[in-house]
């Protein structure tokens, strides 16, 4: 990752950069033919501010760039390297994606989509990785550190936990391992965290193992933490101000109110899933949570005011345990989720309504408002750009083996096959597998889509 810099008039938007054209004057405020002040060097910057692009106001996506992985030749069947999770970085300059035996990659936004508007014939981009992290095991979890911006170099890193190991901080320009920071159980062995994320500041990272959360000082690395039981294994946990919602393996979702000195007081829990929380995100107002989970086809949204039910419930597909990120854009009025059909669904708050109350009494439906077929294989993660109308896509999962086309028998060997009209096959009934995760077209892609107004010239 090259070091990019880019001028702002903000300084006070956590150290990010924006392109200048993204900066307007904010003079709706004056009416009836009044003038705003002139500019002085005291209200120059408070009059600029940053005004988020609208999304999906033509209905249609426009692929901008794509990359796929696939296994090597020396490889054994059983390595698949499908994409785990994709996230944009806070400055939207780059995209950092896991992919399964593969470790990390970061791939970066081409520049002239930095400003500029595509077009219907605009070539799509291949993407090639800037940075790979070649990491053995399984990644249970990554995150960008919030104040990240490529003007400065000390602010970007991530960080990412996996099986049997620590939680490590990675250089974004060279892919080097800054430092480690490690959790301890009862009988002094190393511990690894199931889920982690950066506190608002970025000064902590919170840590969720089996049996307890762990606060990390992020100027110490080392074993140098605090920590604060629980009754059930953190798999997920999602932060907003002094709140913070940890997700669990058992169904339930904790509240938890943060202070200061990093302590933890529990609000309260929230039940409604019918599998493992594995995703969970607070709107950008901070009132309102959405979850999601394990083999369950519904996103809940939750008023974290009145957390005893959920407010409203959002259907999709996750047919497997598989993690499915979904995502709600900087603007607060979008939700966009993936699903093991491949089809990218949004939710438009002024249409669909998903932040008023549900109604017991009526049937829950697909009040979906847009519907996206994108991927022929599982769409596993969805990330909205921060600052352009870009949605970044992986796609990917691991894929069974057909049963019935490695059965053994000597009399179910092809040759001794007797097919009939009737689906039999030597007088047994066989159901036709159409379960995408024993399909042989695996699609393991990143891409990026651009979501917004087009260029028609």
Same mark, same amino acid.
């Given at each position: 990752?090259?070091?990019?810099?880019?001028?702002?008039?903000?300084?006070?938007?956590? *150290?990010?950069?924006?392109?200048?054209?993204?900066l307007i004057d904010d003079t709706s405020h004056y009416g009836n033919g009044d003038k705003p002040p002139e500019p002085t060097e005291e209200n120059l910057g408070a009059a600029r501010v940053f005004e988020y692009p609208t999304l999906f106001a033509g209905k249609t996506l426009l692929e901008l760039c794509s990359s796929s992985w696939s296994r090597s030749y020396k490889a054994k069947n059983d390595v698949q390297p499908y994409l785990r999770g994709c996230k944009?970085?806070?400055?939207?300059?780059?995209?950092?994606?896991?992919?399964?035996?593969?470790?990390?990659?970061?791939?970066?936004?081409?520049?002239?989509?930095?400003?500029?508007?595509?077009?219907?014939?605009?070539?799509?981009?291949?993407?090639?990785?800037?940075?790979?992290?070649?990491?053995?095991?399984?990644?249970?979890?990554?995150?960008?550190?919030?104040?990240?911006?490529?003007?400065?170099?000390?602010?970007?890193?991530?960080?990412?936990?996996?099986?049997?190991?620590?939680?490590?901080?990675?250089?974004?320009?060279?892919?080097?391992?800054?430092?480690?920071?490690? *959790?301890?159980?009862?009988?002094?062995?190393?511990?690894?965290?199931?889920?982690?994320?950066?506190?608002?500041?970025?000064?902590?990272?919170?840590?969720?193992?089996?049996?307890?959360?762990?606060?990390?000082?992020?100027?110490?690395?080392?074993?140098?933490?605090?920590?604060?039981?629980?009754?059930?294994?953190?798999?997920? =946990?999602?932060?907003?101000?002094?709140?913070?919602?940890?997700?669990?393996?058992?169904?339930?979702?904790?509240?938890?109110?943060?202070?200061?000195?990093?302590?933890?007081?529990?609000?309260?829990?929230?039940?409604?899933?019918?599998?493992?929380?594995?995703?969970?995100?607070?709107?950008?107002?901070?009132?309102?949570?959405?979850?999601?989970?394990?083999?369950?086809?519904?996103?809940?949204?939750?008023?974290?005011?009145?957390?005893?039910?959920?407010?409203?419930?959002?259907?999709?597909?996750?047919?497997?345990?598989?993690?499915?990120?979904?995502?709600?854009?900087?603007?607060?009025?979008?939700?966009?989720?993936?699903?093991?059909?491949?089809?990218?669904?949004?939710?438009?708050?002024?249409?669909?309504?998903?932040?008023?109350?549900?109604?017991?009494?009526?049937?829950?439906?697909?009040?979906?408002?847009?519907?996206?077929?994108?991927?022929?294989?599982?769409?596993?993660?969805?990330?909205?750009?921060?600052?352009?109308? =870009?949605?970044?896509? *992986?796609?990917?999962?691991?894929?069974?083996?057909?049963?019935?086309?490695?059965?053994?028998?000597?009399?179910?060997?092809?040759?001794?096959?007797?097919?009939?009209?009737?689906?039999?096959?030597?007088?047994?009934?066989?159901?036709?597998?159409?379960?995408?995760?024993?399909?042989?077209?695996?699609?393991?892609?990143?891409?990026?889509?651009?979501?917004?107004?087009?260029?028609?010239?």
């Amino acid at each position: 990752m090259e070091e990019i810099s880019m001028e702002t008039d903000i300084s006070s938007m956590s *150290g990010q950069s924006f392109p200048s054209e993204m900066l307007i004057d904010d003079t709706s405020h004056y009416g009836n033919g009044d003038k705003p002040p002139e500019p002085t060097e005291e209200n120059l910057g408070a009059a600029r501010v940053f005004e988020y692009p609208t999304l999906f106001a033509g209905k249609t996506l426009l692929e901008l760039c794509s990359s796929s992985w696939s296994r090597s030749y020396k490889a054994k069947n059983d390595v698949q390297p499908y994409l785990r999770g994709c996230k944009w970085s806070p400055d939207g300059t780059c995209c950092l994606t896991v992919v399964n035996n593969d470790g990390m990659h970061l791939c970066e936004l081409p520049r002239d989509l930095y400003e500029d508007t595509p077009t219907y014939n605009r070539t799509i981009n291949i993407l090639d990785s800037v940075i790979h992290v070649k990491e053995a095991g399984m990644i249970y979890d990554f995150c960008w550190y919030p104040g990240m911006n490529s003007g400065y170099p000390e602010t970007c890193c991530w960080i990412t936990t996996k099986q049997n190991g620590p939680i490590q901080m990675w250089d974004a320009f060279d892919g080097s391992l800054r430092c480690s920071y490690r *959790g301890f159980d009862v009988v002094d062995e190393m511990e690894p965290a199931l889920s982690l994320t950066f506190n608002q500041q970025g000064t902590r990272i919170v840590a969720g193992y089996k049996k307890c959360l762990r606060t990390f000082e992020v100027e110490r690395p080392g074993r140098d933490y605090v920590e604060h039981k629980i009754s059930n294994p953190a798999s997920c =946990i999602a932060t907003h101000g002094n709140l913070m919602a940890v997700g669990s393996w058992n169904t339930t979702i904790s509240l938890f109110n943060v202070n200061e000195v990093g302590n933890y007081k529990s609000i309260g829990n929230m039940h409604g899933h019918g599998g493992g929380v594995t995703h969970m995100k607070f709107t950008p107002d901070g009132f309102r949570l959405v979850s999601g989970a394990r083999k369950d086809h519904r996103l809940l949204v939750w008023d974290i005011r009145y957390y005893r039910r959920p407010l409203n419930i959002l259907s999709r597909a996750v047919d497997t345990n598989q993690r499915v990120y979904f995502d709600v854009s900087p603007c607060g009025r979008y939700i966009v989720t993936g699903g093991t059909d491949g089809i990218v669904k949004v939710w438009d708050v002024k249409q669909a309504n998903w932040k008023e109350s549900l109604d017991v009494t009526e049937g829950i439906g697909d009040n979906v408002t847009y519907k996206f077929p994108l991927h022929k294989d599982c769409c596993n993660s969805v990330s909205i750009h921060p600052l352009r109308p =870009i949605l970044a896509t *992986g796609s990917g999962q691991y894929h069974f083996i057909d049963p019935i086309n490695t059965i053994e028998d000597e009399n179910l060997k092809p040759e001794s096959m007797k097919k009939e009209e009737n689906g039999q096959i030597n007088g047994v009934v066989h159901k036709e597998i159409t379960d995408m995760k024993y399909s042989e077209e695996a699609e393991n892609s990143l891409v990026f889509w651009w979501i917004g107004d087009m260029d028609l010239t």
